[in-house]
């Protein structure tokens, strides 16, 4: 009950309060996704660089896919279960070998397992860093705090981006080298700054994590689950901007370049967006915002259907679903965070990442059955439902949580007052 009344309470505006460490882990874990070069151009390496086949391509990626779908929940056990400074060490090491290692295989079974392995590390850190935003910062000032860390984030993946397109035609394979770079520098940075460093859980707190009875308790979060559920949700429609939107400019004619000013706009629109948003943020309950930015993400979305052949029309939707891009992972974290009990953050955190590399999944089989059935008119379509859908079960959920706050006993109402 106690994550219930915090959950719904909205941000209140304040200066951002926070240690200088979270400040390191911000820029850290920037120069960390600055180097998340190889994802996006992992098929065409293989297709360009190793001259493989485009089934075979697609069956690496689909590797890729699988380990991001469990990565994040693993990791944020051990997050839990040997502490974030640990987990922060271990899966930078582990992914930076296996960035350094990917250029020397040649044979598609091993490129399978290592792409698995990407899939598996790249995105581990994760659940550590969120975890640790809120162990650093104070309550009062996590919502900003979650959202200048995804703002940061964001300038680093675009700086990947860059890079990467100025590397893939006729460097492809120093990509793994920049994305190597990137892990360890990390990975200094948080021995350098003894980012995480602190008391380690105790024997007790290790067979309390460790038991099953732990993960049975987060299963029976309906809260937390439904919040995961509706992330899910989102993210179905949230990713056909990198598996729909590209076929669909494609069938109108557009050059593939178009598809590199669309990201342009969504990266610009990012960095502008959030500063300018934040104040409207605080003033909101998160589970709100969310569901502002899931309307925003279908709308735009559905913009796309009248974008036909026309890259401005495009552009003017991709404006729209930034929007809904910046409201709803501004504010996502702060509603997981709250929703945790503070001994298992980690494995919240990890539960609800591991929905990206689940929606990664699922996406492209929504976006290929809607492109086959209906053309991109059906792709579009659904997308639009998805978001409203998506933005109805987070109103529902606020609704939900409300009533169970408002009918608990006074006495639950000020244990949960004294928590937060």
């Known amino acids: 009950m106690a994550r219930e009344n915090r959950t719904t309470s909205p941000s209140r505006p304040a200066h951002l309060q926070t240690p200088a460490t979270y400040w390191m882990l911000v820029a850290g874990f920037t120069i960390c996704r600055s180097g998340c070069v190889v994802v996006p151009f992992l098929s065409l390496y ?24 469990v990565g994040p929940a693993i990791a944020g056990w ?17 992914v930076t070998a296996t960035y350094l290692t990917l250029p020397a295989l040649h044979a598609l079974a091993a490129l399978t397992a290592a792409a698995f392995a990407v899939g598996l590390l790249f ?25 200048r860390l995804y703002w940061a984030s964001n300038i680093g993946a675009g700086v990947a981006g860059g890079v990467g397109t100025v590397l893939a035609d006729s460097h492809i394979t120093a990509l793994f080298y920049v994305a190597a770079t990137s892990n360890l520098t990390f990975a200094v940075t948080v021995l350098i700054c003894k980012i995480g460093q602190g008391p380690r859980p105790t024997a007790q707190q290790r067979r309390d994590i460790s038991d099953a009875s732990g993960y049975r308790s987060l299963l029976r979060d309906g809260p937390f689950l439904a919040m995961t559920g ?33 990201s342009l706009i969504n990266a610009i629109g990012v960095v502008a967006f959030q500063p300018l948003l934040q104040p409207w943020i605080d003033r909101r309950a998160p589970l709100v915002v969310c569901a502002a930015g899931s309307i925003a ?68 089989l929504v976006s290929s059955a809607a492109l086959d059935t209906g053309g991109p008119e059906l792709m579009w379509t659904t997308s639009f439902g998805l978001g409203v859908l998506a933005a109805a079960g987070l109103l529902a959920l606020k609704r ?20 937060a």
Not at 403 to 414: F, I, L, V
């Open 230 to 262: 509706l992330t899910l949700l989102y993210l179905c429609s949230y990713q056909q901007v990198l598996f729909g939107l590209p076929v669909a400019m494609t069938h109108d004619g557009l050059k593939p370049s178009a598809y590199g000013i669309i």
């Open 123 to 147: 995105d581990a850190p994760r659940p550590a860093v969120l975890a640790l935003v809120a162990d650093l910062v104070p309550e009062e000032s996590r919502g900003r705090a979650y959202a």
């Open 297 to 364: 993400l279908g709308l735009g979305m559905g913009g796309n259907l009248c974008s036909r052949q026309s890259l401005v029309g495009y552009g003017l939707a991709a404006v729209v679903w930034t929007l809904g891009e910046v409201l709803f992972f501004s504010s996502v974290m702060t509603v997981v965070e709250r929703l945790a009990p503070a001994d298992a953050r980690g494995r919240y955190a990890g539960i609800w990442a591991s929905t990206m590399g689940i929606s990664a999944l699922i996406a492209p």
């Open 78 to 94: 051990l997050a839990d279960r040997i502490g974030r400074r640990l987990t922060l060490l271990a899966t930078l090491g582990a």
């Open 400 to 419: 939900h949580v409300d009533n169970a706050t408002t009918e608990a006993k006074p006495a639950e109402r000020n244990l949960a007052t004294t928590r």
């Open 46 to 69: 293989l297709v360009r660089q190793q001259h493989f086949s485009a089934a075979d391509a697609a069956q690496v990626s689909a590797a890729f896919g699988a380990g991001w779908a």
